[in-house]
């Protein structure tokens, strides 16, 4: 019964725009993906082209930041530093620890492996722009969180 009833408002949606049939909707969900053949250098110098323009503004860096951390992957270093210093280019502090955190995620159950390679690749940027990592300022541990009323003696 709802299929029906769907079909028929999707029906009288596509006359009132004009179109015939489903048949000509076909060819507008065609999705290219454009980087699709790149190899991880590529991938790599693109991430970090763009991280690296100086007219970039805050949304586009959140963009890019959303982006990458939704892939299936861990970010380069060199990824990590560009945008870093996009970070500090658009002065959003906030956004770099946000992003920090965001990588430290992305390495799983392997972080205690990657993430201090990571840290230490990246140290001598953090270091130079002034950026703490979340655990310096304590964001690794819960605020407001209470002892275990088992651990109270």
């Not at 939704?70 to 870093?84: F, H, N, Q, R, W």
């Not at 492996?113 to 940027?125: A, D, G, K």
Request: proline content about 4%.
């Amino acid at each position: 019964m709802l299929r029906f009833a769907a079909g028929r408002v999707l029906g009288g949606l596509r006359s009132a725009a004009g179109l015939k049939n489903s048949q000509s909707m076909v060819g507008a969900m065609v999705v290219r993906h454009s980087h699709s053949n790149e190899t991880d250098e590529e991938f790599d110098s693109r991430y970090e082209a763009y991280f690296n323009r100086t007219e970039i503004d805050g949304w586009e860096a959140r963009k890019a930041m959303n982006d990458l951390l939704g892939m299936d992957l861990v970010p380069e270093p060199k990824i990590i530093v560009s945008a870093l210093k996009a970070c500090r280019r658009l002065n959003d502090y906030a956004l770099a620890v946000r992003f920090l955190e965001g990588v430290k995620d992305k390495c799983g159950d392997k972080t205690n492996e990657i993430y201090p390679y990571l840290l230490q690749e990246i140290r001598p940027t953090l270091t130079e722009l002034g950026i703490d990592t979340p655990e310096e300022l304590g964001y690794d541990q819960p605020e407001l969180a209470l002892k275990s009323v088992y651990d109270m003696h």
